[in-house]
């Protein structure tokens, strides 16, 4: 990856929509699929989130049915708000995501998402959670779990959930949840992936659907997919569902679940943060980069036909990051102590 100069840093405004007018600000949608909404590329966004209206905030960056025509690449979502990264329909690819500090959840899918994935790192602060309840990943195919198509069937590969758990005595904020909550007939896969330090591990979820079971029965047929992930440090049931009886012999046979087992096992420094959120050794600035010899140095597989097409790098490691950490030169992890004052030298 070469240097990066200038990164365009992105604020949320301080004044919101006119009350009673919401509607007319969330207006999206279209026809074609390879649509070109242009290209966000080395950007952070940071601090986003103020109400839109009574209890919806904006997220870090909402993709309203953007098309696959557009190109998102090396982007950080810092301290958000709400979400982080939220997907309404369309079908937009990106590689390169960082979502630090979320308030809510770190990457949702909605209405019918299907774009792919890849490279996506979030790590989370053990004291700030929604009281919505907060997830690594939150997927739905609607808000009711109806049959509507296109049914959301976004594909993620080589992500890192580093949630809030350091340890099993870590004291956290008790609004976090899963690792990944898959839920509503989403039929979202996530491959080469590593989940750590949540209460709870995957959740598939079936409590609010129009048809029994269509969440598990999307597992069960293979249009959800989860599978050669590392699943680590969680407190509570690695595997949880509403029928967990239909999902744990395959989950347990396609993964791995070692929950006493954190992320400073699988990653170099998994637990460094601003300097407004801690001191001593928790400062600092993270390292996402595998753990030589640990699981997530090898290991991946690109065999099923959902993460064979060209989209998707054949890397050899689990998890977001190999050796190269590419957040390193435009990402930043400590903005409050970041002068923004001479424009083109913000880095």
């Known amino acids: 990856m070469s240097a990066v100069q200038v990164v365009f840093v992105l604020i949320s405004p301080l004044t919101s929509t006119v009350t009673g007018q919401e509607a007319k600000y969330i207006q999206f949608g279209g026809t074609d699929a390879a649509d070109n909404s242009g290209v966000l590329k080395y950007v952070r966004v940071e ?11 904006i997220n870090g960056i909402t993709f309203g049915a953007v098309g696959s025509g557009t190109t998102i690449d090396y982007v950080q979502v810092y301290r958000s708000g709400d979400d982080a990264f939220e997907w309404f329909g369309g079908t937009v690819n990106a590689k390169h995501l960082i979502a630090t500090g979320t308030w809510d959840d770190d990457f949702d899918t909605d209405n019918g998402f299907s774009g792919k994935i890849q490279f996506a790192v979030a790590q989370r602060y053990p004291l700030i959670a929604d009281q919505s309840g907060s997830n690594g990943f939150e997927s739905d195919n609607d808000p009711d779990g109806t049959t509507a198509t296109p049914q959301t069937s976004a594909i993620f590969s080589n992500v890192t959930i580093i949630g809030p ?6 004291k956290i904020n008790g609004f976090f949840q899963h690792a990944a909550q898959i839920r509503r007939n989403s039929s979202i896969s996530t491959f080469n992936s590593i989940f750590t330090g949540f209460p709870d591990g995957i959740y598939i979820d079936d409590t609010k659907v129009s048809v029994a079971k269509a969440t598990t029965l999307n597992y069960t047929s293979g249009r959800l997919s989860f599978e050669n992930n590392l699943v680590y440090g969680i407190t509570g049931q ?3 569902g509403t029928n967990k009886a239909d999902i744990e012999v395959g989950l347990r046979a396609t993964n791995t679940f070692l929950p006493g087992s954190w ?3 699988l990653i170099n420094a998994p637990f460094k943060y601003s300097s407004d959120i801690a001191t001593g050794t ?5 390292d996402f980069t595998y753990k030589a010899g640990s699981p997530a140095a090898s290991g991946a597989l690109f065999t099923n036909a959902k993460v064979t097409d060209a989209f998707f790098d054949k890397v050899t490691y689990r998890g977001a990051f190999g ?5 390193a030169g435009w990402a930043h992890f400590d903005p409050q102590n970041l002068p923004y004052t001479t424009p083109g030298a913000v880095k």
């Open 47 to 57: 601090y986003a989130g103020i109400p839109f209206s009574v209890d919806n905030e």
């Open 165 to 170: 758990l350091a340890t099993a005595s870590t």
């Open 238 to 240: 690695d595997i949880k």
């Open 263 to 265: 992320g400073d096992a």
């Open 282 to 286: 928790f400062a600092g600035i993270p």
């Open 323 to 327: 050796t190269e950490n590419w957040a």
